[in-house]
């Protein structure tokens, strides 16, 4: 018996200090509510300041040990920041961007359920991605999925950037979607659906408020 509670309390205290192992994607519409501008993709420890200017005060220290390991230092980091896409394989972790003022500045969602917000600091330019820039850079070499309770109506192919042109296909269970192209709120989309043949035509990728329809996959397609 005292061999099992040891054994039990190894158990838990493993569990307890093991690094989080999980991928973050959002996979719904209900995945992310506050949209910003665009994302900022954090790197593997940073500040984040109360106003955008160093000696203010200090809300949060983020910090990981080896991000392509996903070894995270503090899971309670995870619990405390609200990333919308977090791929520590690809050295991705994405936060809503509110405001960038300039002056390598960023006023990021800290949380999408609460709109908290708080300041970063980075010198890297390449940070920063409009939606538009995130899905060139992430969609055309991963592809891009919908999200999984999009509306019916919202699963349409089209011979045009519009709504009002001709609907070339009612996609059902869309396995696989890649992009030559993007115009506006539209995106030249190659789809492989529940048959083998691919189909080509335009996607609203991106509604008039500024909620998007999918996201890239930001992982290879086997």
């Not at 519409?29 to 109360?50: A, D, E, H, R």
């Not at 969602?109 to 850079?137: A, C, I, P, R």
Request: aromatic share 16%; hydrophobic share 35%; proline share 4%.
């Amino acid at each position: 018996m005292r061999k099992l509670c040891i054994l039990l309390i190894f158990f838990i205290l493993m569990l307890v200090s093991a690094p989080v192992f999980a991928d973050i994607l959002p996979l719904s519409t209900k995945s992310i509510k506050y949209y910003g501008i665009g994302v900022l993709n954090m790197p593997k420890s940073y500040t984040i300041y109360q106003y955008p200017y160093k000696e203010s005060k200090i809300l949060r220290e983020v910090n990981y040990e080896n991000i392509k390991k996903s070894a995270i230092v503090n899971s309670l980091d995870m619990r405390k920041i609200s990333y919308i896409a977090y791929v520590p394989s690809n050295n991705v972790a994405l936060l809503t961007v509110d405001l960038n003022p300039g002056n390598n500045w960023y006023s990021v969602y800290l949380n999408q359920s609460t709109g908290e917000t708080g300041w970063v600091y980075t010198e890297d330019e390449n940070s920063f991605y409009t939606y538009k820039s995130l899905f060139y850079h992430y969609g055309k070499k991963y592809g891009v999925r919908m999200f999984s309770d999009l509306p019916k109506k919202d699963k349409i192919l089209y011979s045009k950037e519009s709504k009002d042109s001709q609907i070339l296909e009612e996609l059902s269970y869309p396995k696989y979607i890649s992009f030559t192209v993007i115009r506006g709120n539209w995106l030249l989309a190659a789809v492989n659906d529940t048959s083998k043949q691919a189909k080509v035509g335009w996607f609203n990728w991106r509604n008039d408020d500024g909620t998007l329809n999918m996201f890239p996959n930001f992982k290879e397609q086997y």
